[in-house]
């Protein structure tokens, strides 16, 4: 929407049709764009008719059809997650779970965006569910009973593709617009903050529920954790997206707040983290484990900054923000080189494995990530460049990721002989 909303902004009656045919996604997506297009008279206009419609908006526009889109999705989730079970095939669950709760989640997800987009493209349709068709029997029939590095690593990585594969559903197949790539980077980083809100409410219920119960000797515990609990995990997701949806200015006010907070705390968390490190004696060149914690972390604070940038340049220009992130990517980048001269240092000492490999490309290409990212945000902290040059940036990077967890999950296995 935000495009359409670029594209059409000179174009007052192509505005209207956009608002009339999603009003609470142009609401939204107008005041994602509005620090670009502040200073034109039109901006003044739907920003004050905006501003009347929310004061005297009592609930948001949810029709039939939304529900319909939302129920069905998620009951198609919790069906596909306890079907071991429902089709009496109840051994080794604890396998399923794991090789199968990122793709029922995903597909979930993409299912959902489907029918609330109404999406009728035969080709596009064809295509995601060959995708999701091909991943399912790969893992469980191909992989399967290969207990093997590079086969978990394939496990692993399965999530980030079907990530990439939501993500293209969601933003109608435009494969090469990178402002709907970060329209769904900013959907993600709304998806993390709501749906960290869902789980802490969804925990609470339970914690309640389960207190009630026992308070007069009913147990319904084992009952409720295998069917309550984990189809409203899976189903959480889908529940969030549609309140992305349908409550986009809640959202919209949440996340650039968390951003703003919480980006400096980890800054300060990691600044300390990192001198404690020089007297603990800890050293990831003879510690494996250490490697993992370090390279995790490392992961951790990219996504903060891949995610804390959109919400940046949705705000007023903020020269603190800037800096923060800055900070961060700097960090970030020596991280990024301890971990790379470990894994060097380690590749020297043992030679190639299947972890090795994995961790060395994914230093490499989060280093080339994380590289371009720091000298755009030096040139906006120091010189004239718009934060929103670091979102094409990043934008323009994904699709080395999906290149590099394609070639994990469906390559990887077999270069090393599924050992």
Not at 267 to 286: A, C, E, Q, R, V
Not at 360 to 367: Q, R, T, V
Request: glycine fraction near 6%; include cysteine.
């Amino acid at each position: 929407m935000e495009h359409k909303i670029r594209d059409h902004f000179n174009d007052p009656a192509g505005l209207e049709s956009l608002y009339r045919s999603d009003r609470k996604g142009f609401r939204l997506a107008f005041f994602r764009v509005l620090p670009e297009i502040e200073d034109q008279p039109l901006a003044d206009f739907w920003k004050a008719r905006l501003d009347a419609e929310q004061e005297n908006s009592v609930s948001p526009d949810v029709s039939s059809w939304d529900i319909f889109a939302l129920l069905i999705a998620a009951i198609s989730a919790g069906i596909l997650i306890k079907a071991p079970e429902l089709f009496g095939f109840n051994k080794e669950l604890t396998l399923f779970y794991e090789r199968n709760t990122a793709l029922i989640v995903f597909f979930g997800l993409t299912f959902y965006t489907f029918l609330l987009k109404e999406i009728r493209n035969t080709k596009q349709i064809a295509f995601t569910a060959l995708v999701f068709l091909i991943s399912a029997v790969y893992v469980n029939f191909l992989l399967a009973g290969n207990e093997s590095h590079s086969v978990n690593l394939a496990y692993i990585h399965l999530p980030l593709m079907l990530w990439c594969l939501y993500g293209l559903v969601f933003t109608d197949f435009d494969l090469g617009s990178k402002s709907r790539r970060i329209e769904y980077i900013r959907h993600n980083g709304d998806l993390a903050v709501m749906g960290a809100i869902v789980l802490i409410a969804g925990g609470l219920m339970t914690g309640i529920t389960l207190g009630l119960f026992s308070a007069i000797e009913v147990d319904i515990e084992k009952f409720y954790v295998e069917y309550i609990v984990i189809w409203g995990l899976v189903s959480a997701p889908i529940v969030v997206s549609f309140i992305l949806q349908k409550y986009p200015l809640i959202t919209s006010r949440i996340a650039p707040v968390i951003a703003r907070v919480f980006s400096p705390l980890v800054l300060l968390t990691l600044i300390i983290y990192l001198g404690s490190i020089i007297f603990s004696g800890k050293d990831p060149y003879n510690d494996r484990e250490f490697l993992l914690v370090f390279n995790l972390l490392l992961l951790g604070v990219m996504a903060i900054i891949i995610f804390s940038v959109p919400e940046t340049s949705v705000a007023r220009r903020q020269r603190f923000n800037e800096f923060i992130l800055l900070g961060l990517a700097l960090l970030t980048l020596i991280i990024d080189l301890v971990a790379l001269s470990a894994i060097i240092y380690r590749l020297g000492e043992f030679g190639f494995s299947p972890n090795r490999t994995v961790v060395l490309g994914s230093n490499l290409l989060i280093f080339g990530n994380m590289l371009l990212v720091l000298i755009d945000l030096f040139n906006v902290v120091f010189g004239k460049m718009d934060i929103r040059k670091v979102e094409q940036t990043i934008a323009a990077y994904v699709p080395l990721y999906l290149g590099w967890t394609v070639f994990v999950v469906f390559v990887l296995p077999w270069v090393f002989g599924l050992r």
